[in-house]
């Protein structure tokens, strides 16, 4: 599978049995953790982590272009814009019902909503999807990698020396 940029990329079915018993379980425990990140200690940050590592598993499993194709860029900027859009609309609605930015107690005055769902729709649909998002990217490019073009004209690449 080496596309000749150095791929080193072999299947190991250590690896690979590994990741697919492991795979289920930490993603389940990133999901415990980002629903219960409103209430109990560990929050939706360390939990859309952990959904992130999980996608890492699998790519250092099942290879790192597979996985890029699985979870295109489309999915990856819908997970993070998805998650800033309910950040950025939960707070200002709570402006637009009268209160100040991300202010929970609008929607219970309103709405009779407790502020616990403010805070859920924040950290469940906000935080986890952001963190996720961002951490599957930043693998994804850092594992391109970066070979800078030179503008001496000769074409090379400045790491090859």
């Known amino acids: 599978m080496a596309d000749g940029r150095g791929d080193t990329y072999s299947e190991s079915q250590v690896i690979l049995t590994a990741v697919q018993i492991i795979a289920p379980f930490t993603l389940t425990y990133g999901l415990f953790m980002a629903f219960h990140g409103a209430d109990t200690p560990g929050g939706s940050f360390q939990g859309g982590a952990i959904i992130g590592v999980t996608v890492l598993m699998l790519a250092f499993a099942f290879g790192i272009e597979p996985t890029r194709q699985w979870l295109s860029n489309t999915v990856l900027v819908t ?11 939960v707070g200002f609605a ?3 019902l009268g209160g100040n930015f991300l202010e929970y107690d609008v929607f219970y005055e309103l709405f009779g909503l407790r502020q616990k769902w403010g805070m859920e729709a924040i950290e469940v649909g906000g935080i986890a999807l952001i963190v996720s998002g961002v951490v599957i990217t930043l693998f994804f490019a850092t594992a391109a990698g970066f070979t800078p073009t030179r503008t001496d004209g000769s074409g090379r690449g400045g790491d090859d020396e």
Do not use: K, Q
């Open 79 to 89: 997970l993070v814009t998805g998650g800033v859009a309910i950040f950025v609309g």
């Open 94 to 96: 709570a402006m637009a």
